[in-house]
């Protein structure tokens, strides 16, 4: 749907670049609310991230040059023209009027998540062109030029703003903030709400909801599940207690990452219960609609709170490793793995 994505961008204002949908059956974004749907353009950092993993644990390179570099120049050259250099930040590329994950604060400017993920895009879209060039420079010169674009000029934009990222941080707090304005926002009630009024969206208008400090899921502790690297433990620690405190979990995939996190954390009472939350969502009907079809993105999650929460498998420096424990309530456990045309079979005991 590359071609599609395309199209979109342009719909949407974009001179360059594409942006795949948020929602989608064939191509077209078919989200109804755009707040809280076709405003994630976090979609397109998530597409290329999973083009980084799968590059990482396959080594495809015929991949790489028939459909990956590609989709990374595209998605990488969108935030050009999304973001800017903003006085306001010390000239900081930030990018504005975006909803991350968490679609309890939407429009927002400077989405942790977003910006990272975005900043990782354009690296990734760098380093492939470079390596792929050592190999056959013509070739990705042709690229470029069949996509309208100059490559030494777009590697030295990327590179600039990619290194000036700008990633809110409150440094009174010590505290990585999900988006610039999230401080300002009234705490929400969480002590003066009954039960049932949970999720919040079907009982409170959106407005109600996005005028206040309150998280649908773990937005900026997603953007740490994935890009661990870049976070301290101690930055890590203070957002997890933060944003811990102030998430609903209305969404079916907040849990599991919660559970992973608490793992890296140390937090093992935790991390059980999320993970139990996680695995019984659909057998115990938690959420309260599994007759309107399973959380299938969530029998996911199950797999990762295992394999990345308990297995504590992460992917520095595109390398796999693994370091896992085990919960007082288990005798043991295994998963498998293909890395780079290996099965790998782990059991903890």
Request: with cysteine; proline share 4%.
């Amino acid at each position: 749907i590359l071609d599609k994505a395309r199209a979109r961008a342009r719909v949407m204002g974009h001179k360059q670049g594409a942006l795949f949908p948020w929602r989608t059956i064939s191509g077209e974004e078919c989200s109804a609310y755009y707040p809280a749907g076709s405003a994630q353009y976090h979609i397109n950092a998530d597409v290329a991230f999973a083009i980084r993993r799968y590059l990482d644990a396959t080594g495809d390179m015929d991949f790489a040059w028939d459909e990956g570099l590609e989709m990374l120049i595209e998605t990488a050259a969108f935030w050009l023209d999304l973001g800017f250099y903003n006085p306001e930040h010390d000239g900081k590329f930030c990018i504005q009027e975006v909803t991350g994950p968490d679609e309890y604060n939407v429009l927002v400017n400077n989405n942790y998540y977003t910006n990272l993920l975005a900043r990782t895009n354009m690296e990734d879209a760098a380093a492939l062109t470079r390596l792929l060039a050592q190999e056959d420079a013509v070739r990705v010169r042709e690229l470029y030029e069949r996509l309208g674009y100059d490559s030494d000029s777009l590697l030295d934009d990327w590179d600039r703003a990619a290194a000036d990222m700008y990633l809110p941080y409150d440094e009174a707090e010590q505290l990585c903030l999900q988006d610039d304005g999230f401080l300002s926002r009234k705490p929400w009630d969480f002590a003066g709400v009954p039960r049932e009024n949970y999720p919040l969206l079907l009982h409170y208008h959106p407005l109600v909801i996005y005028r206040h400090q309150v998280c649908k899921q773990g937005d900026m502790i997603l953007a740490m599940y994935l890009q661990p690297e870049y976070f301290s433990l101690a930055d890590t620690r203070r957002a997890y207690d933060f944003y811990e405190a102030c998430t609903t979990h209305d969404s079916s995939l907040s849990a599991s990452i919660f559970s992973v996190m608490a793992n890296r954390l140390g937090y093992h009472a935790r991390a059980f219960r999320y993970f139990m939350e996680t695995a019984r969502m659909d057998l115990d009907n938690t959420h309260h609609n599994t007759a309107d079809g399973l959380h299938m993105a969530n029998m996911a999650g199950t797999w990762l709170s295992l394999v990345h929460g308990y297995g504590g498998v992460t992917f520095p420096n595109h390398e796999m490793h693994i370091s896992p424990q085990l919960p007082e309530q288990w005798e043991g456990y295994s998963f498998r793995q293909v890395w780079r045309g290996s099965l790998l079979e782990v059991q903890v005991t």
